[in-house]
């Protein structure tokens, strides 16, 4: 899918955040569309998603505050480009550490305070998927079947009210409705089965 195309889901994606959470998609800054910028020097090879998602936006700093515009999505933030290669070093060692995929591509998109990360992975055949990777475990686990399901899923999870605010303004999530949908729009990943 196009960059285009994939800009569109994802701007649909921060409207519906936006509704929940006024305000979500402006803390997340400016993406300088059409601009060089320190992305494209880690990453020579950027891939669509990625394009998508910080043409758009500079993603959640770490040291952000507010419990309402800290997570992208339950658990994690949107990775902030200042940040990002150091957070890629951090995938790096835990790919090592734990032997995981050699070929192919694997980026971070989205983490934790505790190295937990949600990944781009195109696979040696060129197959694009997201993927869970939790630091204590190491397994590479395919959660979406690919970038655009990754995206409309995220929207369906708002659209369904799957995610919520909690008493302490944090996004949380209804996790077995979560299930649910993410297995009925991913029935390939495996995320959602186990």
Known sequence: ???QNLTQLFQEYLQLSDSLRP????SLGSGHEGREDQLAAILPEMPELLKAIYNTVSGTNREE???SLIEFVPGYRLIHKDEYEQEMKVLAEILAEKDQP???LILPILTNY???FICYYRSADGTERICDLLHDFGDVVVMYDSPVKFLETLSEFYRQEVYFLDEDG???CD???EGEVGAEMNPEASYWSE
């Open 114 to 116: 505790g190295s937990d």
């Open 102 to 104: 050699a070929e192919g």
């Open 65 to 67: 505050e507010e419990p």
């Open 175 to 177: 996790l077995i409705k």
């Open 23 to 26: 305000g979500y998609s402006a």
């Open 1 to 3: 899918m196009s960059v």
């Open 170 to 172: 944090y996004l949380d």
